[in-house]
Structure formats: structure tokens, C-alpha cells
């Protein structure tokens, strides 16, 4: 992210959070386990694997990566790729967090996304999950992705799902968009471009309250959550073109031309 964003919202949250997207995926306990967040990193790292780059090596780059949650599933899968983030405690957090689970540490730098410090097609795909909503200047974002972006390659983004009312769902949010909105954005740079809905909210009853019965909610959230740990998360299935509102996220692909 970069200066256009408050400064709190960058540079406080993983100071006083410490690194809690971890907490929320790959925490021991099961009551801890969320399919939803890990839908959030699966679903757009599964959109870019039509790629394989040359010599089947891919090589990709996550901007925003945060604590590194997505640098650790893209890394497990044998990928090579770069995170950045203006959070300078966030990138600790990524580099101690995978270091201790994979025995190597990530490659991550203390960059903006305006100026993403790489040659020309450096990479094979680009990964942003929740920041263009966040950003004031788009283009020279989208701009800066598709300079550093192989013939061919691709970029899979997410960002919450513009409101019917059109009020922010957070006061650090720039823009929320819809479906035809993103779409409209990211074609000015991109001449390939699909946008999905995330998050059902049908879903989202199952796993949050299906009944409305406290304790009868307790249990069919769980059973959720163990099946969608050991067998299958639906919520990484879960998407669908020209959503309407009751599909709380959006992810988007774009690709470059050859």
C-alpha cells in the first residue's frame, strides 16, 4: 500500500495484532480454523495456475503480502515469489512466520505498490488480495502490475464487495466496487478480464448462524469447519460471474497479451 492510505491503517495494525492472519488459518485448534480465510488466499492463487511460466517455473509476486500467509501457500506449492508491503512490521512477521514453518525464509521487500522496484517482466503473476480498495491512485497501481508482468501473464486480485447502500464496510477504504465496476477498472489496462463473486451469503448462513439456535449453530459450524479442513472447503468453489449483492467478495483475473 502507500502514502494515500492513512498511515494508521498500514503501519499500527500488525504492531498491535501481532501476526493474525496465521491465527485465523493455520492456528492448532480447529475452533480456530477459518475456510473462509483460507478462501481468500486459494481462490485467487488456484486462478493463477493456468500459468507456468517458462520451463514450468513460476515465478510470481504478492502485493500487500502482509504477514505472508499467501507467500507461504504460493512458496509450499514450490512457486518462487516475491512479497512486498509498506508495513515494515508485517514483512518481519512473513519472514518469522515462514521461516519456521518451511525452513527458508521468504524474499520480501519493504516497497510500494506505485513503484514496484523490478525490471520489466520480472514475473509470471501478480497476486493483491484487499488493497486496491485501499488505493487513491488505481491506474498507476494497475499500471506498475502490468510493466512487471510476462508476456502472457496474470494478475488475480480480491477486494470486498461494494454495498448495496454504497457506504464503506471500512473508514480506510478509498473505493468499494461491484462486479461491472472492477471490471470497467481493471480493462483500461488489461485487455483479458474476469470477475467472480466470493463469499456467498447462502454460505455464510450455513457456516455463521444456520438455524439461529446458539448451541445447533455451535455444532453445524464445526462440522463445517472439520470437513472443510480435511475434505472439501466449498468456500473455495464458491464463486460466480456478474454476482449481485449477496456475494460478499470479488476476485478478479486479468491477463496480458503474448
Same mark, same amino acid.
Given at each position: ?29 480447529? /475452533? ?25 517455473? /513460476? ?53 510500494? %505498490? ?47 464487495? /461494494? ?21 470497467? %477498472? ?59 449483492? %449477496? ?6 483475473? %486479468?491477463?496480458?497479451?503474448?
Amino acid at each position: 500500500m502507500d502514502g494515500d492510505v492513512k498511515p494508521e491503517a498500514i503501519f499500527t495494525k500488525y504492531t498491535a495484532r501481532g501476526a493474525y492472519h496465521w491465527s485465523l488459518t493455520y492456528h492448532e485448534s480447529l /475452533r480456530r480454523h477459518n475456510p473462509r480465510m483460507h478462501a481468500r488466499y486459494d481462490v485467487p492463487l488456484r486462478l493463477v495456475q493456468g500459468y507456468e511460466g517458462s520451463g514450468g517455473k /513460476r515465478v510470481g509476486l504478492e502485493i500487500g503480502c502482509g504477514d505472508g500467509v499467501l507467500l507461504y501457500k504460493a512458496m509450499s506449492r514450490g512457486d518462487r515469489i516475491v512479497g512486498i508491503d509498506l508495513a515494515y512490521d508485517s514483512l518481519t512477521h512473513a519472514s518469522e512466520q515462514i521461516t519456521g514453518r518451511l525452513k527458508r525464509p521468504p524474499q520480501v521487500v519493504n516497497a510500494s %505498490c506505485y513503484h514496484l522496484p523490478f525490471p520489466h517482466q520480472s514475473f509470471d503473476y501478480v497476486l493483491s488480495i484487499e488493497v486496491i480498495e485501499h488505493l487513491a491512485d488505481v491506474d498507476r497501481y494497475l499500471q506498475e502490475i502490468k510493466r512487471v508482468l510476462r508476456p502472457g501473464g496474470m494478475v488475480a486480485l480480491t477486494t470486498p464487495h /461494494r454495498q448495496e447502500s454504497g457506504m464503506l464496510q471500512d473508514p480506510f477504504h478509498v473505493r468499494e466496487y461491484t462486479g461491472p465496476e472492477l471490471a470497467t %477498472c481493471l480493462g483500461k489496462h488489461f485487455p483479458k478480464v474476469s470477475v467472480w463473486g466470493m463469499y456467498p451469503a447462502a454460505l455464510d448462513r450455513l457456516y455463521f448462524h444456520a438455524t439461529g439456535i446458539g448451541p445447533l449453530d455451535k455444532l453445524v459450524c464445526g462440522v463445517f469447519k472439520l470437513l472443510a479442513k480435511w475434505v472439501f472447503n466449498p468456500y473455495i468453489y464458491s464463486i460466480r460471474h456478474a454476482p449481485d449483492h %449477496c456475494w460478499a467478495g470479488l476476485v478478479a483475473l %486479468c491477463t496480458v497479451d503474448c
